[in-house]
Structure formats: structure tokens, C-alpha cells
């Protein structure tokens, strides 16, 4: 379909409350869409916002994607109010970034941010796949450069996109029969554009390890790899209208990328071949990092 004849269609978008779900919700607003934005907290700030600001054709709904209770709760809403053109697309943006090493992280850690990212989707897709399927329409995800990218104190985050992208992946293969077409989006550093990133200190870290990865890991180096943290978060696009584009592209495009790699021109050549060069290359890439070799001399036990 052209995008004027989408005009009418529905589409769901998960985690509004604030950043790239709730932007692009105004957006599909503007152009003619019914849009069901899924928040985390209807009552906030954020969602609040989007309802005061929007046509009477978005609605907001309770939708936290780690409760089967809610997504099912979303799919009557949603097959309730269907306009007559269905429910073209689903925008699985909802998600929650955190960092640390892999050593000061409990099983609790990965289970949440797991849960959130990619059980989320898993959960929210499988509610709503019938529906998109009926319209011949589109499923689309936000993954993250690091989900093929190795970067230091990203474990748990990474987990969670890689093994997005795999059930993305699988899905846009299952989908192709149905004439259903899956996207990812995998921006890079959009920290300054997005209320994602979580902030804390060295000290909050230092306070939670055991006194076995007291003697590893010194609360000097704690600092120092929240200072980096905060450093690099801060570097990226402060501008969030490139992944804006890239979803709207493939919401309404008549051939939707398979995946929008979104970082800047200059890192553009890197990140398209990093998934395709041998791993003792992106490993030397990794070790090269000043940060890892200041973390190097800072270890207690080496």
C-alpha cells in the first residue's frame, strides 16, 4: 500500500511514556493513523502529554509488555476499537538499558532486562501477530548496535537484543508467507535523545558486590567506569528524528528494510562489516579501547 492509503490504519506502539515511542506516536497521529500507544504508566507525565497534544483517534493504553494480564487486556482494547482498515503495524519499542559488567550483575539483573526487551516482544507479538496478519501489515523492532557490537559493561543489555533480533529474524522468515514484512531498528548511541539510560555511581555499584568481587574489582575503577559511562552516553545524537524516519520508513514503505542501521556516517563503514569479520579482529578492536586497558592496571586480581 501507498502511505496515503494507510491513512485509517491502526497501529500499536509499545512503550510511549517517553523517547522514540512516544514521538512516533504524535507522528503517526499527524499523518492520519489510529494509534493505540501502549505506557508503562497511563497516568504519567509522558502519556499524559501524548493525550492532551493528540487527536482523538490515539489512545493510550496500560500496557507493561512482562504482564500477560495487560497484553491481553491491550488486544481487547485494541480488537474493540479496530478501525475498518485493522491493525497495520506494531512498533515493539518498549525497553530499559542498564549497565555493569557481567561480575557485578546477579541472574535478577538478566532476568529483568530480558524480560523487558525480549520476552516483551515475544509476548506482545504473539498477542497481536493474527491481528497484523489479517492486514498483511508489518512487525517492527527496536534492537540496538549492540546486539552484534562487544562493548564493556554491556552484557546483560546485549543479551537481551541479540536474542531479539534472533526471534525477529525467525519471524520475518515464518511472516514472508503471510505476506507480513518484519523490520529492525538498531540505532546506535542516542543516550542524550532518548530518557533510556540509567545512571549511577561507582559507589552504588562498589556497595552491592561481595567481598570476593571486593578483592577483584577496585572502587577506583568503579568510578572511572561510571565517568565513561556517563561520557559516552552523553557524545551521542541528541537528536532522536533519524530513528523517527527509519520507523516511519518501515511502517509505510512499500519495501521496508530488513534492518536500519542508524550511527553516524563516519562509523557507518565499521558497524555494517563488524558482524561479518572474524571474531579475533573484533576482539583486537575491543582490547584496543584506552577504558580497557586503564581497567587492566586497576584489577586486583589479573
Known amino acids: 500500500q501507498k502511505p496515503q492509503e494507510l491513512r485509517g490504519s491502526a497501529v500499536l506502539i509499545t512503550g510511549c511514556d517517553s523517547g522514540f515511542g512516544l514521538h512516533l506516536a504524535r507522528c503517526l497521529d499527524s499523518r492520519g493513523f489510529v494509534v493505540f500507544a501502549g505506557c508503562l504508566c497511563p497516568e504519567g507525565e509522558g502519556a499524559q502529554s501524548l493525550k492532551r497534544e493528540s487527536s482523538k483517534n490515539l489512545k493510550i493504553l496500560k500496557l507493561d509488555v512482562t504482564s500477560e494480564e495487560d497484553v491481553q487486556k491491550a488486544k481487547e482494547v485494541v480488537q474493540a476499537n479496530l478501525p475498518e482498515k485493522g491493525l497495520w503495524a506494531v512498533v515493539n519499542n518498549a525497553g530499559i538499558s542498564d549497565w555493569a559488567e557481567i561480575e557485578w550483575s546477579t541472574i535478577d539483573d538478566f532476568r529483568t532486562m530480558v524480560d523487558v526487551n525480549l520476552f516483551g516482544c515475544i509476548r506482545t507479538s504473539i498477542a497481536f501477530l493474527p491481528m497484523v496478519r489479517a492486514s498483511k501489515g508489518r512487525m517492527v523492532y527496536v534492537s540496538s548496535i549492540f546486539a552484534f557490537f562487544t562493548c564493556l559493561n554491556m552484557g546483560a543489555y546485549s543479551v537481551s537484543k541479540r536474542g531479539l533480533e534472533a526471534f525477529a529474524d525467525c519471524l520475518r522468515v515464518e511472516m514472508a508467507s503471510f505476506g507480513v514484512k518484519v523490520s529492525i531498528i538498531q540505532p546506535g548511541n542516542f543516550g542524550p535523545a532518548t530518557s533510556i539510560v540509567r545512571t549511577k555511581t561507582g559507589s552504588e555499584i562498589w556497595e552491592k558486590l561481595n567481598k570476593e ?59 555494517y562489516t563488524c558482524p561479518y569479520l572474524p571474531t579475533f579482529i573484533t576482539d583486537a578492536i575491543f582490547f584496543l579501547s584506552p577504558m580497557y586497558h586503564k581497567r587492566k592496571e586497576m584489577l586486583y586480581s589479573k
Open 213 to 271: 568481587r571486593k578483592q577483584t574489582f577496585s572502587q577506583q575503577y568503579m568510578e572511572l567506569a561510571s565517568d565513561y559511562f556517563k561520557s559516552t552516553c552523553s557524545s551521542g545524537f541528541k537528536d532522536r528524528q533519524m530513528v523517527i524516519d527509519a520507523m516511519l520508513d518501515a511502517i509505510t514503505s512499500s519495501r521496508p528494510k530488513y534492518r536500519y542501521l542508524l550511527v553516524s556516517t563516519f562509523d557507518m563503514f565499521f558497524f
